[in-house]
């Protein structure tokens, strides 16, 4: 009873509860738009585009139909990409040049990297001439980029400013960005020679000079840096906002930390489902053919990899036949070096992304898991041969089955360090393409040394 | 060459360069204080962190007795929790005093949280008096809860004041937290009722009420919250600050977005870490033993699937002596009804972290994938069916591969999406249970499909 009020009491709480999404459901089925209005109102922008991903595509399209008056640019923004082509497809042109005019140029940017050519052209069309000049130089840099992430409304003051003369500018100014958390300092090129924080300049009196009240943990990001680097650089230096420069150091934006926390969420989403084999930027919204062809082509490695494994077996058919239990027995060996291997494999994946696993210290981590290799072998070697001796009643073949165990693991802990340092090494990501070689490699030789092993001391 | 270059320009940017840390650990190895000193003044907190869980234990502690002196607050806050206890045992009580004194509280709990009693009482006592009652309230609140996150520091005006009223009461405050994003409007029992942003406060004339410039994003989480709702919650709502309520409303701290950011980071490792059974608060640091200790369990419960698995085969083992390359085949089933299944488990286990997969779209997310499952089948039933029949020589052969590979991808994609769900729903991770169910019916289901068709079709 207590558990079921609390569980209530949470929902309540809940944005998208299960009974606001059945009336929510009920307002499109019974094309009430002022209901809909009423029901969708009281949500922030980012629950409502979830609401839309959650919902099947003929629901969506009765939602929009219905809804379309009040989409705002906002909703467009926190839209997943699999869907958004779809919602911005289906809202009359009008709606959308409203919606998009009073989004900054950086979330113009988000939207417009993922659609076609025809919604671009509606958009840019939509935007006033000097949004679309600042969308178009945003666009003109390589996707990833910082110069795609940053945006380009900045709040700068010459250095020699005071806190005084910067906070009248600050009321004067007819217009500055939703979010800001520094003013930056800059010279007369505009390049940026250091940031006061909001609080540093409410806090001082107006006669104080601002490059004596800047901080220490300034630092500019170049617009070609990759927004993989922008992330870690956020993560790592507990950064707020940072200005982006160009090649010659000059200002041309600033990237804010809502924006680098999506790009964290999104490489971990990223390495999360490479790690599986899914490829990337699966999402739930995607229909059956969409997902097949996301996944077949890591299955077709795998069923090759399978294949290869196969051979192996096939080569030891004297020795299963002669004695049968071996084939039973086998799978063991491959499934456990294929676990510890993935152990090994996904801290040595999670390792590189956070920068923990270095040149400097990659040997000792490979001898470290070498001997958490050899030792997990030697425990599971002594149950497996109790196992092989009790139940199938020959300490030979509990001699082999641990032995090929020791054997396996080891290498599982080896290949599953080793093989994603030299991927990382060579310029790949290490969490695209290791799974399948540690696997194969563990699948080979657990086959390789059971039998081998079998079909020299028990046939 | 021009590779080479950009190699070369690169490392000089990177902070522990693999010729710093050289030289570093030159110093060390001489004694030589000063040159240490100098080498590691230049790096930012984060960064000497980071090159010290880098290092072996061993010049760990050397370096630690070279470098004590220059210990501050700032870097035993970037340690990671595996090795903090060591390196907190490494300095001089004074050290860790002075150390501490700076810190926000905010930092001293996250500090204390990991530390046996004796460090802590250490810590505890180089505090002020203010300072201790304020880390030890916080410690009251339970483990990874919004309590133990926030910081006790806040920024407050009464709801009534005027942006100038703020202002000069900003500029004569004796102290001011380190970082602060918001001034948070209370009423006289000190509850919150608003907040505005400093650009916002900046911006506006002096004789402006605070109460016509708040932000419509405001909302208040209560202190006992878990720590992964605050950090969806800041994901999802793009939050900067987050003021703390206790039960009765009132404000007892703040939530900033790099502690959010740092829960973020560390529910995705634990995700990823779950999701191949490592246990945990992994890190490198750990030695042979403690990762050992870690990773057994998991790799026990497999070697439990696997013999599952075994007894499975082993009802077959008169259709295996009938048909020997029946041993041969039968793990492709089995691997590619894991891998399948891994795929399917991944995105469900992201989808349920994200909150995109959710009681109003389960149904049509399992019938999704049921379909995958089916149309994978039947194309690897035709490549492997053709592969039976060409190697091996037998289109029946082919046919109960293609069947059985039909059957356990279907399998495969069902119970990757439904075994997540239904732990979820039953209040335990997805993460962490899910991986050893999904292949063992994998396993299970394959072998025992393959060699069940094979003993009704082919003997």
């Known amino acids: 009873m207590a558990e079921f009020d609390s569980f209530s009491a949470e929902t309540e709480d809940e944005p998208l509860d299960p009974r606001r999404v059945a009336a929510i459901r009920a307002a499109?089925?019974?094309?009430?738009?002022?209901?809909?209005?009423?029901?969708?109102?009281?949500?922030?922008?980012?629950?409502?585009?979830?609401?839309?991903?959650?919902?099947?595509?003929?629901?969506?399209?009765?939602?929009?139909?219905?809804?379309?008056?009040?989409?705002?640019?906002?909703?467009?923004?926190?839209?997943?990409?699999?869907?958004?082509?779809?919602?911005?497809?289906?809202?009359?042109?009008?709606?959308?040049?409203?919606?998009?005019?009073?989004?900054?140029?950086?979330?113009?940017?988000?939207?417009?990297?993922?659609?076609?050519?025809?919604?671009?052209?509606?958009?840019?069309?939509?935007?006033?001439?000097?949004?679309?000049?600042?969308?178009?130089?945003?666009?003109?840099?390589?996707?990833?980029?910082?110069?795609?992430?940053?945006?380009?409304?900045?709040?700068?003051?010459?250095?020699?400013?005071?806190?005084?003369?910067?906070?009248?500018?600050?009321?004067?100014?007819?217009?500055?960005?939703?979010?800001?958390?520094?003013?930056?300092?800059?010279?007369?090129?505009?390049?940026?020679?250091?940031?006061?924080?909001?609080?540093?300049?409410?806090?001082?009196r107006r006669e104080i000079a601002l490059r004596d009240i800047v901080e220490d943990s300034f630092r500019t990001i170049e617009a070609t840096e990759e927004e993989a680097e922008v992330a870690y650089i956020f993560n790592q230096y507990h950064l707020i906002s940072c200005p982006v420069v160009d090649e010659g150091g000059r200002l041309v934006g600033v990237i804010t930390i809502d924006d680098a926390m999506n790009v964290l969420d999104e490489e971990h989403e990223e390495d999360m489902l490479r790690l599986a084999?899914?490829?990337?930027?699966?999402?739930?919204?995607?229909?059956?053919?969409?997902?097949?062809?996301?996944?077949?082509?890591?299955?077709?490695i795998n069923l090759v990899a399978a294949n290869l494994a196969a051979l192996v077996i096939a080569q030891f058919e004297g020795t299963i036949s002669g004695l049968v239990v071996l084939a039973a027995l086998m799978p063991i060996v491959a499934s456990m070096g294929g676990n510890a291997g993935t152990q090994s494999l996904t801290v040595a994946v999670r390792a590189l992304a956070t920068r923990d696993l270095t040149g400097s210290n990659a040997w000792r981590v490979i001898r470290r898991e070498a001997g958490v290799g050899l030792v997990n072998g030697c425990a599971f070697a002594l149950v497996m041969g109790g196992v092989g001796w009790g139940i199938y009643g020959s300490g030979l073949l509990g001699g082999v089955l641990g032995a090929a165990l020791v054997f396996n693991l080891f290498t599982a802990a080896l290949a599953g360090t080793v093989v994603p340092l030299l991927l990382d090494r060579l310029g790949f990501d290490p969490a695209l393409s290791s799974g399948t070689f540690v696997t194969t490699i563990t699948d080979v030789v657990g086959f390789f040394a059971f039998l081998g092993l079998a079909s020299m001391i028990l046939i």
């Not at 739930?284 to 996944?295: C, E, M």
């Open 28 to 204: 499109v089925e019974a094309g009430d738009a002022a209901r809909l209005t009423g029901l969708v109102e009281p949500l922030h922008a980012a629950d409502i585009a979830d609401l839309l991903e959650q919902m099947a595509p003929a629901d969506r399209r009765d939602f929009l139909r219905l809804y379309s008056g009040e989409m705002d640019g906002d909703i467009l923004s926190e839209i997943d990409d699999s869907i958004r082509e779809e919602v911005i497809g289906a809202l009359p042109h009008d709606v959308l040049a409203e919606a998009v005019r009073d989004l900054e140029t950086d979330d113009v940017v988000d939207i417009l990297e993922d659609l076609e050519a025809p919604e671009q052209a509606i958009i840019l069309s939509a935007l006033t001439a000097a949004d679309r000049a600042a969308v178009e130089q945003a666009m003109a840099y390589p996707e990833y980029s910082a110069g795609r992430l940053m945006q380009r409304e900045v709040v700068v003051a010459p250095a020699h400013w005071t806190v005084g003369e910067t906070i009248d500018h600050l009321r004067g100014a007819e217009w500055l960005p939703d979010q800001f958390y520094h003013v930056i300092l800059v010279d007369p090129r505009m390049r940026p020679q250091g940031y006061v924080t909001l609080g540093r300049l409410l806090s001082s």
């Open 277 to 300: 084999g899914v490829g990337d930027e699966s999402s739930l919204s995607d229909g059956v053919l969409a997902t097949v062809r996301r996944r077949i082509p890591w299955l077709f």
